[in-house]
């Protein structure tokens, strides 16, 4: 229940963002974090960004997303 | 030299899913034993709580709209899965703010939001609410369940039941929350408390470090995740939190009521609030019987304790919530093995 995934911010609107989680683009709310920019990495959960995190460990979990992602490409071949 | 054994607990499902996955269990030394606590919402949501989402959603024109895992806890009689199938219209929403435009899309039904959840959740409902207020939601209503850790935390660490050597505590609860509330808990209970992220090497790290405030003999507070977790966590989240809920006593399965670990809407929102709108019947709620949740969530039992465990319960029909959740002891057992 408290799964939070990281996710890079590719645009920042007023009280939302879109987010790319590994290649999958989303839309959260903003609207319970302070400071976000155009290329944070945020902790998403339930559609909102929490909290912001460290970029080493946001883009080690985004390539695996992105390899998930890969991979049922392929399945799906 | 014979070790003395110590008992960590973790507190998060999402953790009790980590350790159980990754296997780290089977390589610790038999002197440090891991147990889970009542970290997952779905668990720990009262029999009651549940019976009442089921009567609201087989009301007339009701929507009940909740998060996945809520909808196959089995209440007393049936589940919020059963009635669906019967034809009553229970929704799963990936987010509070799905459940709202559900209600604006619908403005001749009832939408009801059944919330669960700890601190990272809870804001995020309090929130959509203040959004509600704005766009004049009056069709919208919420079932408040939603549980502070801390009350909980605090039982545990002071229960003569079971002794708890450590605590890995949640890291997305800490990201709101910071690690400062924490601290009473580690001085008051004498209790070596680790913040810890969900990689294995995140949960190892946690489990390093409280081994060493153990043999060191000191009881502090530690954050393992600190790429997410600051001492002052969320302010901003944690002020929308206040300005639409405020504590209150809340039951919890398996821990009975613990005084101000829930929350209840403020006046200025009570008229969002789903107990006040619906006045219905409930069955007496009654426990599963031979289901051992209760003790379970308390880490008295393992789930390897239930005689219905892999037998009469399974994720495919499970009998207690701790086999429905996906972060549920017994979904993560009789997954990955004890």
Redesign the interface.
């Known amino acids: 229940?408290?799964?939070?995934v990281p996710a890079k911010i590719k645009e920042v609107k007023s009280q939302s963002a879109v987010v790319d989680f590994g290649g999958v683009s989303k839309e959260i709310?903003l609207?319970?974090?302070?400071g976000v920019k155009r290329g944070d990495y945020v902790?998403v959960?339930?559609?909102?960004a929490?909290?912001?995190?460290?970029k080493?460990?946001a883009e080690d979990t985004l390539k695996l997303l992105y390899e998930l992602r890969e991979v049922s490409k392929q399945d799906l071949r | 030299m014979k070790v003395k054994a110590v008992t960590l607990m973790e507190v998060?499902?999402?953790h009790t899913m980590a350790i159980a996955r990754s296997g780290i269990k089977k390589l610790l030394p038999d002197s440090v034993r891991l147990i889970s606590g009542p970290?997952?919402?779905?668990c720990v949501t009262a029999q009651k709580d549940i019976d009442l989402a089921i009567a609201i959603a087989k009301e007339k024109d009701v929507i009940m709209a909740t998060?996945g895992?809520m909808i196959r806890v089995p209440g007393t009689k049936e589940s919020l899965y059963s009635i669906k199938a019967q034809g009553k219209d229970v929704r799963v929403v990936?987010?509070?703010?799905?459940a709202l435009q559900i209600a604006l899309a619908n403005p001749e039904k009832k939408v009801v939001f059944m919330g669960?959840?700890?601190e990272?959740?809870s804001?995020?409902v309090a929130?959509t609410l203040i959004?509600a207020k704005r766009r004049r939601a009056d069709n919208f209503f919420v079932l408040s369940n939603f549980k502070l850790i801390f009350p909980a935390l605090a039982a545990l660490a002071g229960s003569r039941k079971i002794e708890i050597d450590g605590f890995i505590c949640?890291?997305?609860?800490s990201?709101?929350t910071g690690s400062i509330p924490y601290e009473k808990i580690a001085k008051n209970y004498k209790v070596p408390c680790v913040i810890t992220?969900f990689d294995d090497n995140d949960i190892l790290q946690g489990i390093k470090l409280l081994i060493g405030q153990i043999n060191s003999g000191e009881q502090k507070v530690e954050i393992a995740y600190k790429?997410?977790?600051k001492r002052s966590g969320?302010t901003?989240?944690r002020n929308?939190l206040k300005a639409v809920f405020r504590p209150a006593d809340s039951e919890w399965r398996g821990l009975g009521i613990i005084k101000k670990s829930g929350l209840a809407l403020r006046k200025e929102f009570r008229c969002f609030d789903a107990e006040r709108e619906f006045k219905v019947n409930l069955p007496k709620p009654r426990k599963p019987k031979g289901c051992i949740c209760g003790e379970v969530l308390q880490g008295i039992s393992s789930p390897v304790d239930c005689r219905l465990f892999k037998k009469a319960c399974t994720p495919q029909s499970p009998i207690g919530p701790c086999m429905v959740?996906s972060?549920g002891t017994c979904a993560a057992y009789y997954k990955y093995g004890a």
Do not use: Q, W
Request: proline residues 5%.
């Open positions: 229940m408290c799964l939070a709310s609207g319970i974090l302070d902790l959960h339930a559609g909102f929490i909290g912001k995190v460290g080493a460990e | 998060c499902g999402t970290g997952c919402p779905v998060f895992d990936y987010s509070c703010l799905d669960v959840g700890f990272t959740t804001p995020t929130l959004e949640p890291g997305h609860v990201v709101i992220g790429r997410a977790v969320n901003k989240a929308i959740s972060e």
